[in-house]
C-alpha cells in the first residue's frame, strides 16, 4: 500500500520485483480470506495450495545480497536455457518408460510367502487386493502403469536400488532382463545424466560468469562517477549529470578520470596506510612494553632461551612426535571402560603427561614471542595466529579436564559438570598435525580458499532446500506417521465401526499409593467389573497419547514407561494437575478454530481437545486412524525422515539429495492420506512421486552437484596460483623447460645397454626377450590363463577330471613364466630389477611359487589352515593381466594419470584419514553408551562401542550406506525407547555403578550400554558428510581430474617413447651414441613422423633444410663440410656434438623435442616461419639464462641443471668405466687446465657451422677483392680455396 501511495499503481506494476511482490501479498490475501470463511485455522479448502506461493518472499533477499543475487538469476537462466536438454532427458527417460512397460508390464508378481513368480492368470487367486489400488503381490517398483514405469527407471537413473528391480526383472522375465538394465544403466545413468549434469554445470558456471562480469562493471561504473561528482563538489565545480549535453559522462571517461586521480592520490594513501599500521604497532608496544607478557625482556637470559629453542627445528619435531603420540593414546579412550581399571590409570597419566608437555611449549611461545603484541622482529604473536590459538584453547582445556581429573574427581555440579562437555575439544587435538605438515596444509588451503564459493553454494542450494522443505510441510505434514506394532511391523486395525467401544477403569500403580484411569479396548463388548464403558463422540474427537519426558506422575517413574492412550481428561488430571485458568480460554480459543479437531463441534469433543491442549508436553491428541489405532492396541508412529516442520524437513531433503533412502521417503509421500490417516497404497501417487522426482533432478543433481565443479575450480585456481614454476619466462620458454625436465627426469632408457660387448649367447637371449613375437607370445599366454580362471566355479569336485585339467594348465603356465624370468634374467642380469614391469613379474612368478609350496605342505593336514592366505597370493595370477597395459596406450595414459594423482592423493589421503580419525574419537566419547534399539541399522555391525569399529563404520557412512539410519537411530529419545520399543535407557554413570555387574564377559568394558540417543548425531553425521562426501571426496576428484589432464597433455612421454622407438633403428647395440650424419637423419625422420600426423598434406618436407641451398659446395660433401649446413636448420636443433662426432642420445632427443616446441607441438600444422625464428631466440635467451641462473633467483632453471647433471651421471654408471663421458666445452672450461685423457670434448654444432660459414664467406670475399684487381699490383697467385671446416 505504501509503494502504491509513493510511486503509483502504474509503476509499481510495471516494475517486475514490485509486480512479484504485489502478486505473493495478493495471494496471501486471498489465503486469509479463505480462512475465516472456513471458520479455522487451516482452511480446509482446495484453495490452502495458495499458502505454497508464500515461501517465494525468500527471492526478496536477492535484493540485499549481491551474490546471493548472482547465483539465483545465474541458476534461472540456467534451468531455463536448459529447456532443449530437459525435453531430451525426459523423452529418453520415455522411451525407456514406454519399452520396460512392453517388456516388464503385468509380469511383477510375487508370492509374498515364498517370493515365488505368480503367473498372470493365477494371481486373482493368490493375490489379493491389498490396502490400495494393486494387489499385494506386486513390487512397489513396477512397470504396470506408465507413471510408475516413468519413476522406476527415474530411480534406476539414480542408481538407487536399481539391482533390485533388475533382480525381479530376471526373475520375472529370464536373463535377457539382464541386457535391458544395464543398458538402461550404462547409456542413461553413465552418459545421458551425467551428460546432462555436465551441459547444466558448464552453463551454469557461463551465466555466473557474465552476471558477475556485468554486476562488478555496474559496480565499478557507479563507484566511478560517485568519486567524480564527489570530487567536482570538493573542487568547486559542478559536476555533470550523465546523459545531458555533449560533454555527457560515459562510464569509460568517468573510469579513466577516476583512474588517473587515484594514480595521483596513490603514493599519499598507501604512507597514510603504513602511518597508520606504524602507529597501531607502537599502540600495542607502548600498552604491552617491550617485554612479553610484561615480565621477560628482549635481553633477558629466559626469552633469549626461549628464542633460542623455538628456532631449533628440532622442537617443533619434538612436539609433532608428542602430538602423534597423544593422538594414539586417544583411540583407546573409552567411556565404557572400568574407570577404577588399570588401563584407564595408564590414560589418565599418559594424558597429563602430554598436556603438561604441550602446556610448556605453549609458555616457551608466549614467552618468546609474545601473547598479543608483535614485537618488530618479523614474527608474529603467539595468539596472532589461527592455529597457535587452537592450540591454545586445547591444552586450556587439556589443563582443566587435568586439574577435574585428579583434584575434583568427586565434585558434582556447577563449573566442574559444564567441563565435562568441554572435554570433547581435546579430541581436536589431530588437527595439530595439520599445521605442522606442509603437504597437509597445501591440501587445507585448498580447501578453505574454497570456503568463500562453498558458502556462496550453499546460500543458492539452501534456497531450493527451502522451497521444496516448504512445499512439502505444506503438502505432507503430519503424513507419515503408521500404525506400528512392538516390532515396528506394520499393525493391522479394523476401521468399522469407525469409533471403538473402550473401558475406562482405576489401576493401581505398582510401587505407589497413586492409581491411574487407564483406557483398553472392550472385549466381547463387556467392560470388567468396576469399569467405566467409554467412546469417542466423532471420529475427530481427540485421545491422548501419553509422553512421560515432562510429568512427574507415579506412571512415569516406571521403567519402561509403555505405551499409553487415555481420555484427554483423565490425562490432563493425572500429568497436569495445575490448571491456569487463562490458558483454558486460549485452548478453548484454539480449539473452537482447530484445523483437525472437533470440526462438526460437540461439547464432549471440545473437551477432551481443551484438556489436550492444556496438558499439551503430556497429552497428545490423535483422532482418525490414529486414534483407531492406538484403542485397538497398535502405536502410531512417526517415520524418521518426515515433513512435520521446516527444520525437520530440510534435513529430510539433506538426507535424501545424498540419494540414501529417498525410494523409501518418496513412496511414504506417495501413501500419504493427511494427518492422523493411516496411509494407503498409492493414494497419493502424482503429487508424491512427481514432488520428489523433481527435488532429485533439481535440489540434488544440480544444486549438490554443483559443489563438485567449485572444489575442482577452486582447486585448479589454487594450483595455478601456487604454481610459481617458469614466473619470469614466456610460454615458450616454460614449454621448453617442461621438456627439458621430462627428458632429465628419465633415468634409464635401455635394460641393457652396449649390447655388442655381450658375448654371443647372451646377444641371442637379449634379441629373444626383446623382439615381439616373445612379447606377444607371452601376452597370449596371460589372457589364456585369465580365461582358464574365468572357467573356475564353486562349489567343484576337487579330484574331477576338469579340475585336474586346470591344475596341469596352471603348473604350464607356471613353468612358462618361470622360463621367461629366467631367461630375461640370464640376459639382463642386474639390469632385470631396473624396469618395474620386470619386478612385477619377478614377484608374480615368486608368489605362484610360495603358492605351489604351501598347496603342497598342507595337502592331506586338517590341523592347518592356511587356505585364506593360499586365496589371497593366488590374486597375483589375475594381476599379471595388468601387462596388457604396455600394449595399449589407451590404458597406458590411465595408469599414468593414476600414477601422476598418487601424490596427491596421498596428501588428501591423510587429511582425510586425519578426520576419519578425529570424528571416531569423537564418536566413542559422544555415542559409545548408547543402547541398541533393534530395530535399525545401529547395532553389533555398525556402532560407535570400539575406536576400530567406528573407523570401520564412519568409512561406510563416507560412501553414503545408510548414514541417515544411523544418525536417526542415535537420536532417538527416551520416549522413543520407553514407550515405542519399551526398553530402559537412561543416564549411565560408571564411577557410581557396580561395573561387575554391567560387564559378564570379563573383558573391561560394559556389555549392555542403556544410555538414550542424543541430538548432537544430527550435527555430528551433518558435518561429516559435508566435510568428507561432499568435500574430501570431491577433492580426490580434482586431483583425479588433474591427473587425467596432465596424462592427456604427455607429450613429452610420447615423443619420447617415439624417440625410443627410432633410436633403436640408428643404434641396434644401445650404445647412445650415433654419428652424427645419422642423428642428423634421426632427428629429421621422427619430427617428420610426429608432425605429420595431423598435416593436411601427409610427407610435406620439414620447413628448415638441413642443406643450405646457396651453397656452392655439392651437397653429397661429408659433414666434416660444417659450412654447407643451413644456419637456421642448426639454430633450431641447439645440438651438441663430441670431438669424435659421435651425438649423444640424449642430445639427439632433446633436439627432436626442442625442434617439436619451436615448430609448434607435435601432432599440430608448423607455425609461420616468423612465429618459428621467434620461439628461436626465445629458448637462445632461456639457454643464456640457465648458464647464469642461481638457486635462489631461478629455482626451476637450477633444478634442470642438477637432473641433467644427475642424469649423466646415472647413463655413465649404465654405460660402463669404458664409456668417455663427454665434457662440454666453454669458454671457463678451456682455461681451467685441460681435461683427462678418457675424457671428450663436447661443442655446440651453431658456433662450428657459424664459425665456418664466417670463414668461407670471408675467404670468398676476399677471392672476389683479388680477382676485380685482376692481380696487376700483386701478381697472379691463382684461386684459393674454400675452407671445408
Not at 822 to 831: D, E, I, Q, R, T
Not at 914 to 932: C, D, H, I, M, T
Request: net charge neutral; aromatic share 12%; proline share 3%.
Amino acid at each position: 500500500i505504501i509503494l502504491h501511495v509513493a510511486v503509483g499503481p502504474l509503476i509499481y506494476w510495471s516494475d517486475n520485483a514490485m509486480a512479484f511482490d504485489g502478486l505473493i501479498v495478493l495471494l496471501s490475501v486471498v489465503d486469509l480470506v479463505n480462512d475465516f470463511a472456513s471458520g479455522s485455522d487451516g482452511g480446509g479448502s482446495a484453495i490452502t495450495a495458495l499458502r505454497a506461493f508464500r515461501m517465494l518472499r525468500i527471492f526478496k533477499l536477492a535484493k540485499k545480497f549481491p551474490s546471493m543475487k548472482i547465483l539465483l538469476s545465474a541458476g534461472v537462466q540456467t534451468l531455463m536455457s536448459m529447456g532443449d536438454f530437459v525435453a531430451l532427458l525426459f523423452l529418453i527417460i520415455c522411451v525407456f518408460a514406454l519399452m520396460a512397460q512392453s517388456f516388464f508390464g503385468g509380469t511383477f508378481m510375487f508370492d509374498p510367502e515364498d517370493g515365488s513368480l505368480v503367473a498372470p492368470e493365477d494371481y486373482r487367486t493368490k493375490c489379493p487386493m491389498g490396502d490400495g489400488d494393486k494387489p499385494i503381490c506386486v513390487p512397489r517398483s513396477h512397470f504396470d502403469t506408465f507413471l510408475w514405469s516413468f519413476i522406476t527407471i527415474f530411480q534406476i537413473l539414480t542408481g538407487e536400488n536399481w539391482n533390485t528391480v533388475m533382480y525381479d526383472g530376471m526373475r520375472a522375465t529370464g536373463w535377457l532382463a539382464t541386457l535391458f538394465f544395464l543398458f538402461v544403466v550404462l547409456f542413461g545413468n553413465f552418459v545421458i545424466l551425467n551428460l546432462f549434469l555436465a551441459i547444466l554445470m558448464s552453463s551454469f558456471d557461463e551465466q555466473r560468469g557474465k552476471l558477475h562480469d556485468a554486476m562488478e562493471s555496474k559496480r565499478e561504473l557507479t563507484r566511478a562517477t560517485y568519486t567524480e561528482q564527489r570530487w567536482a563538489w570538493e573542487s568547486g565545480a559542478v559536476p555533470i549529470i550523465p546523459g545531458h549535453g555533449p560533454q555527457a559522462v560515459t562510464p569509460r571517461s568517468v573510469v579513466s578520470r577516476v583512474t588517473t586521480r587515484f594514480t595521483d592520490r596513490l603514493p599519499s594513501w598507501i604512507s597514510k596506510m603504513e602511518l597508520w599500521g606504524n602507529r597501531k604497532n607502537e599502540a600495542c608496544t607502548k600498552r604491552c612494553g617491550e617485554r612479553s607478557c610484561f615480565l621477560f625482556s628482549r635481553e633477558g637470559e629466559i626469552r633469549k632461551a626461549c628464542l633460542a629453542l623455538i628456532a631449533i627445528p628440532a622442537f617443533d619435531h619434538v612436539i609433532m612426535v608428542f602430538i602423534g603420540f597423544s593422538s594414539v593414546v586417544m583411540a583407546f579412550e573409552n567411556p565404557l571402560r572400568d574407570p577404577n581399571s588399570m588401563e584407564v590409570q595408564v590414560l589418565q597419566i599418559l594424558g597429563t603427561v602430554f598436556t603438561v608437555i604441550f602446556l610448556l611449549e605453549v609458555v616457551v611461545k608466549v614467552v618468546a614471542l609474545g601473547a598479543f603484541c608483535n614485537y618488530g622482529d618479523g614474527r608474529k604473536a603467539y595468539l596472532r595466529s589461527f592455529e597457535n590459538v587452537l592450540d591454545f584453547v586445547i591444552v586450556i582445556v587439556s589443563v582443566l579436564d587435568s586439574i577435574q581429573t585428579w583434584f575434583l574427581e568427586n565434585s558434582g555440579g556447577g563449573v566442574i559438570a559444564v567441563m565435562r562437555i568441554f572435554r570433547v575439544v581435546r579430541m581436536l587435538r589431530p588437527l595439530r598435525l595439520i599445521s605442522r605438515s606442509k603437504n597437509l596444509k597445501v591440501v587445507v588451503k585448498t580447501i578453505l580458499a574454497a570456503i568463500p564459493e562453498l558458502r556462496n553454494l550453499l546460500v543458492f542450494s539452501s534456497l531450493f532446500f527451502l522451497i521444496f522443505g516448504l512445499l512439502a510441510v505444506g503438502n505432507l505434514k503430519g503424513s507419515y506417521h503408521s500404525c506400528k506394532d512392538n516390532t515396528l511391523e506394520d499393525y493391522s486395525f479394523t476401521r468399522t465401526p469407525e469409533i471403538t467401544p473402550m473401558c475406562i477403569g482405576e489401576t493401581a500403580i505398582s510401587g505407589s499409593s497413586e492409581t491411574l484411569k487407564t483406557m483398553t479396548q472392550q472385549a466381547s463388548g463387556v467392560c470388567p467389573t468396576g469399569w467405566e464403558t467409554w467412546q469417542r463422540s466423532s471420529r475427530d474427537t481427540p485421545i491422548c497419547e501419553v509422553h512421560c519426558e515432562a510429568s512427574s506422575h507415579a506412571s512415569c517413574q516406571t521403567s519402561p514407561w509403555g505405551y499409553q492412550v487415555m481420555r484427554c481428561t483423565d490425562c490432563s488430571v493425572a500429568h497436569c494437575p495445575d490448571e491456569d485458568q487463562s490458558r483454558r480460554e486460549s485452548c478453548e480459543s484454539r480449539c473452537s478454530r482447530h484445523e483437525y479437531f472437533c470440526k462438526a463441534g460437540g461439547t464432549e469433543c471440545l473437551e477432551q481437545c481443551v484438556a489436550a491442549c492444556l496438558c499439551e508436553t503430556s497429552c497428545y491428541g490423535l483422532i482418525e486412524d490414529a486414534a483407531l489405532c492406538t484403542e485397538q492396541g497398535g502405536k502410531w508412529v512417526n517415520l524418521n525422515q518426515n515433513f512435520d516442520n521446516l527444520l525437520v524437513g530440510t534435513i529430510a531433503l539433506f538426507e535424501i539429495s545424498t540419494t540414501e533412502g529417498w525410494v523409501d521417503v518418496m513412496l511414504a509421500a506417495v501413501d500419504s492420506r493427511g494427518p492422523y490417516l493411516q496411509p494407503k497404497r498409492d493414494a497419493n501417487e502424482f503429487i508424491g512421486s512427481m514432488l520428489f522426482v523433481a527435488f532429485m533432478l533439481i535440489g540434488s543433481f544440480f544444486v549438490l552437484n554443483l559443489c563438485v565443479g567449485v572444489i575442482i575450480d577452486n582447486y585448479n585456481k589454487q594450483k595455478k596460483e601456487s604454481d610459481i614454476h617458469f614466473v619470469l619466462v614466456t610460454d615458450v620458454q616454460a614449454a621448453w623447460m617442461t621438456q627439458m625436465k621430462a627428458i632429465y627426469l628419465r633415468r634409464t632408457f635401455f635394460s641393457q645397454v652396449n649390447v655388442d660387448r655381450l658375448g654371443p649367447s647372451r646377444q641371442h637371449r637379449f634379441r629373444i626377450i626383446t623382439s615381439s613375437a616373445f612379447e606377444n607370445l607371452i601376452m597370449a599366454c596371460i589372457v589364456i590363463q585369465l580365461c582358464l580362471l574365468l572357467l573356475v566355479w564353486q562349489p567343484r569336485d576337487p579330484g574331477g577330471s576338469f579340475e585336474t585339467f586346470l591344475n596341469s594348465c596352471n603348473v604350464f603356465f607356471i613353468v612358462v613364466f618361470h622360463i621367461e624370468c629366467f631367461v630375461k634374467l640370464s640376459a639382463l642380469y642386474c639390469n632385470y630389477f631396473r624396469e618395474y614391469w620386470n619386478v612385477f613379474d619377478f614377484i608374480c612368478v615368486i608368489t605362484s611359487d610360495i603358492v605351489s609350496i604351501l598347496e603342497a605342505s598342507i595337502a592331506g593336514d586338517a590341523t592347518v589352515n592356511l587356505s585364506s592366505l593360499v586365496n589371497a597370493l593366488r590374486i597375483f595370477r589375475i594381476a599379471r593381466l595388468f601387462r596388457v597395459v604396455r600394449v595399449l596406450k589407451g590404458l597406458n595414459k590411465l595408469l599414468l594419470a593414476f600414477a601422476l594423482s598418487v601424490p596427491k592423493l596421498f596428501n588428501v589421503g591423510l587429511v582425510m584419514l586425519l578426520l576419519l580419525y578425529l570424528y571416531s574419537v569423537l564418536g566413542v566419547s559422544l555415542f559409545a553408551k548408547v543402547a541398541y534399539t533393534g530395530v535399525g541399522l545401529y547395532g553389533p555391525q555398525a556402532n560407535f562401542r570400539t575406536f576400530f569399529q567406528a573407523f570401520s563404520m564412519l568409512i561406510r557412512s563416507m560412501t553414503g550406506e545408510g548414514w541417515n539410519f544411523i544418525m536417526h537411530d542415535l537420536s532417538l529419545s527416551k520416549w522413543y525407547y520407553e514407550s515405542i520399543l519399551e526398553t530402559t535407557c537412561g543416564e549411565m554413570n560408571l564411577e557410581t555403578l557396580d561395573f561387575a555387574t554391567l560387564d559378564f564377559n570379563k573383558d573391561g568394558f560394559v556389555d549392555h550400554p542403556t544410555e538414550c540417543g542424543t541430538g548432537f548425531s544430527f550435527l555430528y553425521f551433518i558435518s561429516y558428510t559435508v566435510l568428507v562426501s561432499f568435500i574430501f571426496l570431491n577433492l580426490f576428484i580434482a586431483v583425479i581430474f588433474e591427473g587425467f589432464e596432465e596424462s592427456r597433455g604427455s607429450e613429452p612421454m610420447e615423443v619420447i617413447t617415439k624417440c625410443l622407438e627410432n633410436w633403436e633403428r640408428y643404434d641396434p647395440f644401445n650404445t647412445m651414441y650415433i654419428p652424427l650424419s645419422k642423428a642428423l637423419d634421426f632427428i629429421d625422420e621422427t619430427v617428420e613422423e610426429l608432425m605429420n600426423a595431423k598435416q593436411p598434406q601427409k610427407g610435406q618436407c620439414l620447413p628448415e633444410p638441413r642443406w643450405d641451398s646457396r651453397s656452392t659446395i655439392d651437397m653429397n660433401a661429408s659433414d666434416a663440410m660444417w659450412s654447407m649446413y643451413n644456419l637456421q636448420y642448426v639454430r633450431t636443433l641447439g645440438l651438441r656434438v663430441r670431438s669424435d662426432g659421435q651425438v649423444r642420445l640424449v642430445q639427439a632427443f632433446k633436439a627432436v623435442m626442442r625442434r617439436l616446441v619451436i615448430s609448434g607441438g607435435p601432432y599440430s600444422i608448423y607455425l609461420p616461419q616468423h612465429e618459428r625464428r621467434q620461439r628461436v631466440k626465445e629458448i637462445e635467451l632461456l639457454e643464456t639464462m640457465m648458464l647464469n641462473a642461481t638457486e635462489d633467483i631461478e629455482p626451476d632453471m637450477t633444478e634442470i641443471l642438477a637432473l641433467e647433471a644427475r642424469q649423466e651421471k646415472q647413463i655413465q654408471q649404465a654405460l660402463g668405466p669404458s664409456a668417455s663421458p663427454a665434457r662440454v666445452l666453454t669458454s671457463t672450461s678451456k682455461t681451467s687446465g685441460g681435461y683427462a685423457r678418457d675424457e671428450l670434448e663436447e661443442f655446440d654444432m651453431l658456433q662450428k657451422v657459424a664459425a665456418a660459414k664466417i670463414q668461407r664467406r670471408s675467404k670468398e670475399s676476399f677471392q672476389r677483392r683479388r680477382d676485380r684487381a685482376g692481380g696487376s699490383a700483386i701478381g697472379h697467385h691463382g684461386p684459393i680455396t674454400r675452407a671445408a671446416g
